[in-house]
Structure formats: C-alpha cells, structure tokens
C-alpha cells in the first residue's frame, strides 16, 4: 500500500510515522519545512481535563505518547470562573472528569493562592485543577516527530507544494504520483485542498494571537480563566499569554500580533497576578474549527482522508489523532474503545453553510 500524506505538522507527522509503522510506504508532503503551520506557533498546554468520555480517552492516549516519547513537562493545568454562581458548575465538570478517571479536583480559591503566590485570587468564585497536564516544546516536538517519520521510513519532501488532480493523485512542481490512498492534514489550507476534487468540508479559520512576557520571579500553573477567555503557561521563566480570537480569511491574514492584543493580555495578567509584565514577543496564527467544535477526521471519499479543525487542540492531540488516522487507513484496530469513526466523521455535516468558528457556547471550559 503506498500513502501520501499532506501537511508536515504534527498531526500529519504522526500519521505518516505510523502508518509507516504499520508496514504502508509513506511519502509526506509540506510545502515549507515540518512545523511552519499551527504546529510551530501553537502553545504547547496539554492536559486531560475533558468532561466528556471520549474526549478525555483521546487526551489520555495522547498525554501517554508524549511522555513515551520524553517531550511531555509536567506542569498543573487550572481553570477558573469569576462570577458568581460558577462554583456548581465546575463541581460538575470535575466530578464528570474523575468518573472518567482523570486525576483533577476542586481547589479552593484560598488553596490556589496559597500554592501560587503570584496569583491574585481574590476575585475567583471556582476552580478546578488537573494534575496529569504538561508542556511541550513546539521546536522540540517538531524535531522528534520529523525524525521519528524518517526513522520509520516515510520520505519526507520539504518545500514540496501539492495539488490533488484526484482523491488519490498528487502533484507536484516536478511530477504527478498516484497512491492507493492520500491524507491531507494541512490546516486551512486542507479545504481549498480537496475541493479542487470536489469534496466539501464544513470548515472556518479563525486567528488567535500570543505572547511571550519577560522573565519573572514566582512559579505559575498553566492557567485558563473561563469567564475573560484568556490562558497563559509557562514558558521557561516568563509567561506564553494566548487569546485575542477572532474569524479571517486564511488567504489574507497578518502573523504579527495585533498592538491592542498585546496590551489586553498583560493587562490580563496584571489584574490575575502581582507581576508587572512587559513583552518579548508577539504573534498570531491560525486555527480551524468546525460547526460543532469537533474536529474533521476520517474518510472524505474513496482514497481520501482529511484530518484537520482542531479548534486550537491540534498539537495536544496529535498522537491520539494521528495514529487514530493510521489505523483507519491501514484497516489495523483503534487502541481508543470510542466511536472516534462517527462523531469525527468529516461528511456528517450536509452541506458547506458558512459560521461563526467561536461561537458555541456548549464548549467545555
């Protein structure tokens, strides 16, 4: 069986490694260098607080490869509500999350502060804090998985744009291949991608930007206030701050950050904390979702694959998700005991109705 494999980020380099794995002759096309994309710019949190069954079996699969592979640093994810009558609410969320297993738990306001100095905590109402979560270094990342698919065997062609002249050909600058089979996992640009051979995915991109503070004194969890919708983690000694989300098209888009960004996230973290930030770095990059806020895995048509609208999740859930496309692909079992196939499904929506990529308010905190 001979696969290709478009998109050199980290989902399509897990994919393409195992399928490898697997016995499959894999050739993975990026048309830059191996995490350019999402992957490069994404955050790095991981963590295995999801309220819902399937989603915290995918998060554990995928926290499970990223220590096997010694890229996952531990690091307390906590999530937080200021507004009054919240407290029920993520009493919900954690005790759902332990009937799953997850190692979370409630912890008091007080108790936060008390374990994190910096952390202002007098105007949280509720929070909840996950134990099992952990950081990744995005260079890092990229590095491993690029040799992990070379080590498997997958010919890697960097600086190599494609086109689909069918499901299963691929073109390139230089020459026209045919596979048994082609995933396409190349964020934004997946759509346009297949719809060249007349596949409709349910699809918006929507840009989120970020920052890198100067160093300062204290140790912080990674953290995720529910009600401003801001995050942070730590990034060695400073702070990554995300947020400022907002639909674009992914065809004319700027990877700077926007200047009203960056002062909103340090004033986020002057209210929440006692620091005083100042920034090193700012930047933007680009995210897909889907209507549901599930992302778009599995079949498209015969010989097609898709992998993409991750709403942010991708590169904490690459491992889980590229080996779930690994498996389809190669007929081999999933190791997850969900109905990944169905909820995931890229064709379960009727038709290519435009939406608002952020705008569900079910989400999970």
Not at 5 to 22: E, F, I, K, P, Y
Not at 129 to 150: E, F, K, S
Request: some cysteine; proline content about 7%.
């Amino acid at each position: 069986m001979r696969v290709a494999v478009v998109g050199g980020g980290a989902v399509g380099l897990v994919a393409a490694s195992d399928l490898a794995a697997r016995g499959v002759s894999v050739t993975l096309y990026e048309r830059d260098e191996p995490g350019s994309g999402a992957t490069g710019r994404a955050a790095g949190i991981c963590y295995d607080a999801f309220a819902g069954k399937l989603d915290a079996a995918v998060a554990e699969r995928a926290l499970t490869r990223y220590r096997e592979w010694e890229l996952l640093d531990p690091c307390p994810y906590v999530w937080a509500a200021r507004e009054r009558g919240d407290e029920t609410a993520i009493q919900g969320q954690v005790a759902e999350m332990q009937s799953h297993g997850r190692p979370v738990e409630r912890i008091s306001p007080d108790e936060l502060g008390e374990r994190y100095p910096p952390l202002r905590t007098e105007r949280i109402e509720a929070a909840g804090i996950a134990t099992a979560a952990g950081l990744l270094d995005t260079d890092a990342v990229v590095t491993r998985l690029a040799d992990r698919a070379r080590e498997c065997g997958v010919t890697v062609e960097t600086n190599a744009p494609v086109s689909l002249l069918g499901p299963t050909t691929v073109e390139t600058p230089s020459r026209r291949t045919d596979f048994d089979a082609v995933v396409v996992a190349a964020g934004p640009a997946t759509k346009p991608l297949v719809a060249d051979v007349g596949v409709s995915l349910a699809l918006e991109t929507y840009r989120t930007q970020a920052l890198v503070t100067d160093p300062f004194e204290g140790a912080l969890p990674s953290f995720y206030d529910a009600t401003e919708e801001f995050y942070w983690r730590p990034h060695g000694d400073a702070l990554l701050v995300g947020g400022g989300a907002h639909a674009t098209d992914p065809a004319e888009w700027d990877a700077d950050a926007d200047p009203a960004f960056v002062e909103a996230a340090l004033e986020n973290v002057r209210s929440s904390t006692t620091l005083d930030p100042t920034f090193d770095r700012a930047w933007a990059g680009l995210c897909t979702a889907a209507p549901d806020r599930d992302p778009l895995v599995g079949r498209a048509t015969d010989g097609l694959w898709v992998a993409t609208g991750w709403q942010g999740h991708g590169l904490m859930r690459a491992p889980a998700m590229g080996e779930f496309v690994a498996e389809q692909v190669s007929g081999t079992a999933s190791r997850i005991d969900a109905p990944l196939s169905t909820r995931f499904d890229p064709t379960r929506f009727d038709d290519e109705a435009s939406f608002d990529p952020l705008g569900d308010p079910t989400a999970d905190w």
